[in-house]
């Protein structure tokens, strides 16, 4: 079976690398699997995401030699939010709230202190007609809730393993903000639902966000992806990546004449036991390349370290790779690529299904 995976950068800076190794594996094993790639741009934060970050993201992708086979933006799709949202509001899944930040902050802060867990009380379930009435009275306007079912919920991770989460340990996800826009947590599933994603491969800071997504695609009534949850890029301290620092980002490898197949080599086998070597093109790549080879330890990436540290360190790599013998074997190209000044996957073009870009919904902050 052919497989349909997704990269969902959010276009409020630029790629670090740890982005860019999700983005890798992403490609490497549709293509293994006979499929294609999606780019998603999650630029619902109106306030945070620019058109400019959009560019550099699919030039950044492209530098690396990475394709896709369609590009969509979630601001385009707002209306299939809006579909998802009456479904759900017919099934009687979700529910108005009104608290504050603070308000729910204090809450938490009060089920820490009692040993539980910070999860929320529900307690616009209860709110009366007459309550809720007094509640809009004062200014207030409410959030939307997804009520999670009271079962446990389990998957068979492709990294992890066996994953499962209690009923009553996660806290009822906030669907929409007060102003309407729809959160990650719901446009995520719409999209991979209605695009096809077959398979959901991201950051182990997401494992939580995906035991609330399997219960909102069984409510929409759409087939479950397979998940699979990588540890996480660090830095030398290990601290995790930062799209304001530079050492990390990609812009700053390209401008210091670093070649794509290297960072490519890098990123495809950095927390393997695979040895990091330069290879010299994505078919060489692709042949060693199984996601099973990942190991649950978070990888560092070190651009500082020297080349008798680690083998995994990217200044290892450098040392080793880019004297003049070697960097005339990298291509800083595949061959047989379209440029990105004519590529029909640019998300800044309107084709192949991709959209100009648009900001027209202003996000407020998202209670919890």
Same mark, same amino acid.
């Given at each position: ?18 982005? #860019? ?8 094993? #549709? ?58 509001? %017919? #099934?009687?899944?979700?529910? %108005? ?20 867990? =910070? ?9 009366? #007609? ?42 009822? =996800? ?195």
């Amino acid at each position: 079976m052919s497989a349909v995976t997704r990269f969902a950068p959010s276009p409020t800076g630029l790629l670090h690398v740890g982005n #860019a190794r999700t983005a890798i594996l992403n490609w490497l094993f #549709a293509k293994k699997a006979g499929g294609g790639m999606i780019l998603r741009l999650d630029d619902t934060d109106a306030e945070r995401s620019r058109d400019e970050y959009a560019t550099a993201i699919a030039e950044d992708l492209e530098w690396l030699g990475l394709d896709w086979t369609d590009c969509v933006r979630q601001s385009d799709r707002m209306d299939r939010y809006a579909a998802a949202r009456a479904v759900l509001e %017919a #099934a009687g899944r979700l529910y %108005a709230c009104y608290e504050t930040p603070e308000e729910l902050e204090r809450k938490r802060a009060a089920q820490r202190e009692r040993g539980r867990p =910070p999860v929320y009380d529900r307690a616009g379930m209860v709110l009366s #007609a007459e309550e809720r009435h007094a509640l809009e009275a004062e200014g207030r306007q409410p959030h939307w809730r997804f009520r999670l079912g009271d079962r446990p919920v389990g998957w068979s991770d492709l990294v992890r393993g066996d994953v499962r989460f209690e009923a009553g340990h996660l806290s009822d =996800p906030v669907l929409f903000r007060s102003d309407g826009v729809p959160t990650y947590t719901l446009a995520s599933v719409v999209d991979d639902r209605e695009l096809g994603v077959t398979h959901v491969i991201r950051g182990e800071d997401h494992v939580a966000n995906t035991a609330v997504q399997i219960d909102l695609f069984e409510a929409l009534g759409g087939p479950v992806p397979v998940f699979a949850h990588h540890p996480l890029l660090t830095d030398a301290s290990g601290k995790g990546l930062s799209k304001r620092l530079r050492s990390s980002g990609l812009r700053g490898l390209r401008e210091e004449g670093i070649e794509p197949m290297a960072v490519v080599s890098l990123l495809a086998r950095i927390g393997t036991a695979d040895p990091v070597e330069p290879l010299v093109s994505m078919d060489e790549v692709l042949e060693g390349f199984d996601l099973d080879k990942i190991g649950r330890a978070p990888a560092r990436f070190d651009p500082t370290t020297s080349p008798r540290s680690t083998p995994t360190s990217f200044s290892a790599c450098r040392s080793r790779w880019f004297g003049s013998a070697l960097v005339s074997k990298v291509p800083t190209r595949l061959s047989g690529q379209r440029s990105r000044r004519t590529s029909r996957n640019s998300p800044m073009r309107r084709n192949g299904g991709a959209s100009a870009p648009r900001r027209s919904h202003r996000s407020s902050p998202m209670p919890r």
